[in-house]
């Protein structure tokens, strides 16, 4: 513990390579994304996991054509690619980019990208969530899309730490040599790539994640931030333990804590000098055990009707 405190609070001003040989499991670099990638030995990240900015104009970025944002980001995954082992796999999880209007899906422009690069698409994730803006002229954006990449054939994918239960798991072989033998995986199944995570819903197979909205507890002053439970079931699946996890674009540090939390090595980086020091209050809060987050497959909250805002207004029936 105090080995991971002392490089932790150091990350800022060690050169990255002094981590790698002092074996450090905590990096956190203020800084820009592509200069600090070009600092990391090359075939080190087993999981690069993000969610890069959508140019849209948020706090932390400066919107700009797309065309000149997709080739900033090209550059950053070159480097990604660069840095990944033979064994590992990257997570972009993007939404959309809205022009006049008009709505641009970022992980069909990314695709072209990670291809160019000679990367492997093995999934397509979708992540569902229940609160957002609304919309006034098209239906209301309610889901984004996880791209999992793998740099060659030969990835980890450990399907065991993530089954989830069986819906019929007495069901039997009815015909064969073993026939009589019940046929599912005592373990559970498989999740396919349109999940619930919440546990009674799973069968379901859609991510539905609450975002970090309103009262999450998990919710800071950043616009977007992940869930931390959204990249758990990435970094159980796609690591083994000691691995090292990177967030090129970590905000106040979700995804560091979801590595952290399963005992992977985890690196981040983000040019906000307050989301690095919220991210730096958030990694001490879970070793102190303090940190309020979200356990993995919790209950989402379903009203039970009683609820004053669950009411049709007084008004409305009035109207009626």
Sequence with gaps: MKK?????????????????SND???????????????????????????????????????????????????????????????????????????????????????YQIFKEYGLKLRNRMIWH???????????????????????????????????VPSKYPGKRHFKGPKKGQPSCNPLGKNPSDYWEIVLEDWDKEVWTIPN?????????????????????????????????VLDPYCGVGSALIAGIKNKRKVIGCDKEYRYIEIAKKRILSFYEGTLPYRKLGTQIYKPTGREKVTQIPEEWKQEV
């Excluded at 229940?130 to 054939?153: D, M, P, V």
């Excluded at 309103?214 to 990435?234: G, S």
Aim: with cysteine.
């Design 4 to 20: 991971a405190y002392s490089l932790f609070n150091e990350a800022r001003e060690v050169d990255i390579k002094d981590h790698f």
């Design 24 to 110: 450090a499991s905590i990096v956190l670099h203020l800084g820009d994304t592509y200069d600090f990638l070009k600092t990391i030995p090359k075939e080190t990240i087993k999981l690069a996991i993000t969610s890069p900015p959508y140019n849209v104009g948020k706090e932390y970025e400066t919107k700009v054509e797309i065309e000149m944002y997709l080739q900033k980001q090209k550059n950053v995954i070159e480097e990604l690619v660069r840095v990944l082992k033979e064994d590992g796999s990257i997570c972009w999880e993007v939404g959309n980019y809205i022009e006049k209007g008009e709505v641009f899906p970022l992980d069909i422009f990314y």
């Design 129 to 163: 969530f229940g609160h957002g803006l609304h919309a006034s002229k098209r239906f209301s954006g309610r889901y984004e899309t996880i791209l999992w990449f793998t740099k060659s054939n030969n990835y980890t994918f450990n399907l065991d730490a993530v089954r």
């Design 212 to 244: 970090v909205k309103a009262n999450h507890p998990e919710k800071t002053i950043h616009p977007c931030q992940f869930p931390i439970e959204l990249v758990e079931r990435c970094v159980l699946a796609l690591t083994n333990e000691n691995d090292f």
